[in-house]
């Protein structure tokens, strides 16, 4: 028996519908893999391990698309106001997890417990009338598997709760001056240190800035080995040391040159260190770097670096 024509058609009409389907699931699964990673939150949160031999010229690890940045990850500091002068480096990144904090940008050691150096720009606009928040507290931005240092820690220990970027250097914003109170921006210090010379030479750079100068600051800690330690680990270290770059609104790394002011002092956390001005603990560059294993000034040209990271500042104390 002969089909009529008539009935042929719904075959053409489901191939059709068939083919439709496929061309769809193809676009959509095409569509995912573009966009999945991008906007996303980081699959993992592991540093990211900084690859054998870098340096000054070595360069910056990135993020594509096929490789998200990491939180934690050097790549995730990267394009920070703070580091425009360079990311610090030392030959072992392994103890290093680093942080964008806005207000500043660090390193935090998960095994000493502390940042291993603090970075961030100093200017005239971040100073206001935001009173000093005193909200010492966890860093809950550190991630579940490292231990978050709280205030019990310092309780009874003898140290004080040290700054490494002062509350008075972010009064510009409640929200910036309360994140300075973060544990991973806090070293034990004597008492004596934090507010002796330390806390002068925080004052000589809020008088820079005020003045309209722009400063680019780091500061950190210098650990023995073995490192005392209070609380629940917390490494208390044998000196602190900052590096200040003195440079004018607008500069940043190939505007320093052999006239750039930079300050560097390096200050034991013993007893008696208050007995000193703090110019008398001012240091070389070089010598901040010998004692700390770090790189600094790692984007001015090394034409640059070879004549300012030797010389010790003459400044007289005020």
Not at 230 to 242: Q, S
Request: proline share 7%; aromatic share 8%; charged share 20%.
């Amino acid at each position: 028996m002969t089909v009529p024509r008539g009935r042929r058609a719904p075959r053409h009409s489901l191939l059709a519908t068939f083919s439709l389907v496929v061309l769809l699931l193809l676009l959509a699964r095409f569509g995912l893999l573009q966009c999945g990673p991008r906007y996303g939150r980081p699959s993992a949160e592991m540093p990211h391990p900084t690859t054998a031999g870098s340096g000054a010229n070595s360069p910056a690890p990135s993020a594509t698309a096929s490789s998200p940045v990491l939180r934690g990850s050097e790549a995730s500091i990267l394009g920070s106001v703070h580091v425009a002068l360079g990311t610090p480096h030392d030959a072992d990144p392994s103890d290093e997890y680093f942080l964008d904090q806005r207000a500043f940008v660090l390193s935090y050691s998960p095994e000493k417990r502390v940042p291993n150096w603090v970075a961030w720009q100093l200017d005239r606009t971040h100073f206001g009338n935001v009173g000093r928040k005193d909200d010492f507290r966890s860093d809950l931005a550190l991630p579940a598997r490292f231990y978050r240092v709280k205030e019990s820690d310092y309780l009874h220990s003898g140290y004080d709760r040290g700054h490494m970027c002062p509350s008075a250097d972010r009064q510009d914003s409640l929200a910036d001056n309360s994140q300075t109170f973060l544990f991973t921006n806090i070293q034990p210090q004597l008492r004596e240190l934090n507010a002796g010379p330390w806390e002068h030479l925080e004052a000589y750079a809020r008088k820079l800035a005020q003045r309209g100068q722009l400063l680019y600051v780091v500061a950190g800690g210098i650990f023995s080995a073995p490192f005392p330690t209070i609380g629940n680990g917390v490494a208390v270290p044998a000196a602190n040391f900052k590096i200040i770059v003195v440079l004018n609104q607008g500069q940043g790394a190939a505007d320093v040159d052999e006239s750039t002011q930079v300050l560097a002092a390096l200050m034991p956390n013993q007893r008696g260190v208050g007995e000193r001005e703090w110019t008398q603990y001012l240091t070389s560059v070089d010598a901040i770097e010998q004692a700390s294993g770090y790189d600094f000034l790692n984007a001015v040209s090394e034409r640059v670096q070879r004549v300012i990271e030797p010389r010790v500042a003459a400044v007289m104390a005020r």
